[in-house]
């Protein structure tokens, strides 16, 4: 169950040089949006398009609004509940716009036309109280299923493609982590506590863009898309603009604001391109171990911040400083699938005197082996491993500067599984 909007359009009879032409439409579109996004919106805003749709971030932590052309008609629907109220209501009050601007007449389904998402009771122009009790009911809903699951590491809202956290904790949103206590109570909340629940748990409660928008908003790209590492893309670099952005619109509306200090000033130090310390706070999820998937279906825990890059063997490499791993996964042939005797046999002459053998500790069969390497007159020290399961193998590198590395290189070495 989700919160959003679905609602079909037709171009008005009188628009004669846009009905018939989906590129002109979705310029249009695209040129009404730049147009009524105003100060910070303008910065979240971005655009994708295929033949047949057009994508608009409107806000960094919720998934794109989408406008779907048909032959006779148009299609647009957004999920708004991973920002809140106010981001429905926004999103609302951009579609009338549009609407009145380029000649659209909308058509508002209820659920049982068709809607795929939860009563959307706020348009034209709709009662926000309403809304704000439909996002209480869709949080109370979150709280239940993540009691009914049971097991802890619920993630509410996150984005689709994001490696799993390692660390221990009941339930995350992209806001910040939730105690059980505080999901079993807001599950079981009535009136004036689950209104308090759901004005701590949304970015946006408000109708309006209050301080506390512009502070949670970029608390939310703080934890979620933040790599703590100098930027390596344009993708990056905007990210730490828009952390940046929030926070000092926050701070410009309420100079006595509480905000994460320590973490903005690390993005203005990465920012400036000045070498900085990452603080142990309890904002930013990528600065812990993250659960990453390698080549068929291998995974392998490192801190969220490495960097990741294929080379021309076929090699996934994840690299920060001077730690370095390579992967390269394969099919063992039949005569290698006697897996005790292709681990007993495996690393062969490389095994010498002084070298250290380790064997798997996560129960799948592995082997590895520990030497020290000089490169131009400087030591490195080279942990390589093997793992094998069923048919499969994996062959691991982990390159590190020195012996005090050991422990965290034999920890990546073990954390690689199925």
Request: proline letters at 4%; hydrophobic letters at 35%.
């Amino acid at each position: 169950m989700k919160i959003g909007l679905y609602v079909r359009g037709e171009l008005m009879h009188h628009n004669t040089t846009l009905i018939n032409d989906t590129q002109a439409l979705s310029e249009r579109v695209q040129f009404f949006f730049r147009d009524y996004s105003q100060d910070l919106f303008s910065q979240f805003l971005s655009f994708n398009e295929d033949d047949e749709s057009l994508f608009i971030v409107l806000h960094p932590s919720e998934t794109m609004v989408e406008f779907i052309w048909h032959p006779t008609h148009m299609i647009c629907r957004a999920q708004t509940c991973s920002v809140g109220p106010g981001y429905h209501a926004y999103v609302v009050d951009l579609i009338i716009k549009l609407g009145k601007e380029i000649g659209i007449t909308w058509t508002w389904p209820t659920p049982e036309e068709g809607n795929p998402y939860l009563k959307n009771r706020y348009f034209k122009p709709g009662d926000f109280g309403k809304l704000q009790e439909d996002m209480l009911h869709y949080l109370k809903h979150v709280c239940n299923q993540c009691i009914a699951l049971g097991s802890g590491q619920n993630r509410i809202n996150f984005p689709i493609v994001y490696p799993p956290l390692v660390d221990q904790f009941f339930a995350a949103s992209q806001l910040q982590k939730w105690t059980k206590e505080w999901i079993y109570e807001t599950a079981s909340a009535e009136e004036r506590k689950l209104e308090q629940a759901g004005s701590t748990f949304y970015i946006w409660w408000d109708k309006d863009a209050t301080v506390n928008f512009y502070k949670r908003s970029g608390i939310a790209i703080l934890n979620i898309d933040c790599y703590w590492r100098f930027p390596d893309d344009e993708r990056e670099k905007r990210t730490f603009q828009l952390i940046d952005a929030c926070f000092k619109k926050a701070r410009q509306i309420d100079l006595s604001i509480d905000l994460p200090e320590e973490d903005w000033g690390t993005i203005r130090q990465y920012m400036s391109g000045n070498e900085v310390d990452i603080y142990d706070t309890e904002f930013g999820y990528r600065k812990g171990k993250m659960t990453f998937t390698l080549a068929f279906g291998w995974k392998i825990n490192l801190p969220g911040y490495f960097y990741y890059t294929v080379n021309e063997k076929a090699e996934e490499i994840y690299f920060f400083d001077e730690f370095d791993i390579r992967t390269f996964s394969y099919f063992l042939t039949d005569e290698e699938k006697n897996n005790d005797a292709f681990l007993a046999n495996y690393f062969g002459k490389e095994i010498k005197n002084g070298t250290e053998v380790i064997t798997s500790e996560n129960g799948i069969a592995g082997r590895a082996i520990i030497n020290p390497h000089h490169f131009d007159d400087k030591e490195m020290w080279i942990l390589k491993g093997v793992k094998v399961l069923e048919d499969q193998c994996l062959i691991c590198g982990i390159g590190y500067p020195t012996e005090a590395e050991k422990e965290e290189a034999v920890k990546i070495w073990n954390s690689i599984g199925r």
